[in-house]
């Protein structure tokens, strides 16, 4: 049998759901920020890409 009283059952019980709602939150928050920092991956690559290119065209043209 448990040392602990009905009273301090409900609280630990209680505390337990608490912790479990926070933790499927911050889950959910994670998440949302790991999809931002690959979107930002992305553009960022992107932007670089198109820069090198200008880059590699504009030198051509001023070669000429």
Known sequence: MSKL???EEG???QA????TNECKTL???VRALE?????????LSA???VS?????IIST???K
């Open 5 to 7: 009283s009905e009273l």
């Open 16 to 19: 337990v759901e608490s912790l």
């Open 47 to 49: 932007v670089v890409v």
């Open 27 to 29: 889950n959910i928050r």
């Open 61 to 63: 043209l001023l070669n």
């Open 11 to 13: 609280k630990l019980l």
């Open 52 to 56: 090198s290119g200008l880059g590699a």
């Open 35 to 43: 999809l931002q920092l690959a979107r930002g991956k992305g553009v």
